[in-house]
């Protein structure tokens, strides 16, 4: 039962690694799950009181992943159509110019998304870098998160 276990937990760690990238799916929460499922195996169990701090963290990064964006797009001057056209310019870009698409397409949604609420070019521009900021301080922390759990199960399931 235990190989299960460590399958499956080994497949959330690399999905939780995959979801930093992928605004679908909620990187450290799934990171936090293998970790959480590796504590009741015979390679457990991890010290609690890390397995509480990285839950915590895994936590507070999935709400800060959706604060970010909005601070930073707001912070450099763009308005709801700004982070809603980061949002939908991440979803496109994603699928549609796969990897670059995750990049460029928060920036050049929010350009848009500005342009339309009747922005001048040069602050749809701040807004887009805010946006792209945004995004960027959300996913190093993601990828922080999930690197750091990802780190202890290998850590521990190779003790």
Known sequence: ?????????SLLIIMGLLGC??????GPPLSFGGILILHFTQWGPINSDLLLW????????????????????KRFGGSKRGVWGST?????????FPPIGI???????AFIGEITANQSQRN??????????GFLLGTGLKFAVSGVITYYFVKDLFA
């Not at 990238?21 to 909620?26: R, T």
């Not at 939908?88 to 549609?96: K, P, R, T």
């Not at 990049?103 to 949604?109: A, C, Q």
């Open 54 to 73: 990285l839950g915590i963290a895994a936590a507070l990064v999935t709400v800060l992943d959706y604060v970010f964006p909005i601070w930073a797009t």
């Open 88 to 96: 939908i310019g991440l979803i496109i870009g994603l699928f549609l």
């Open 1 to 9: 039962m235990d190989y299960i276990l460590i399958i499956v937990a």
């Open 103 to 109: 990049i460029v397409g928060p920036f050049l949604g």
């Open 124 to 133: 749809a521009i701040k807004s887009a870098f805010g946006s792209f900021v």
């Open 21 to 26: 990238i992928l605004p679908i799916i909620p």
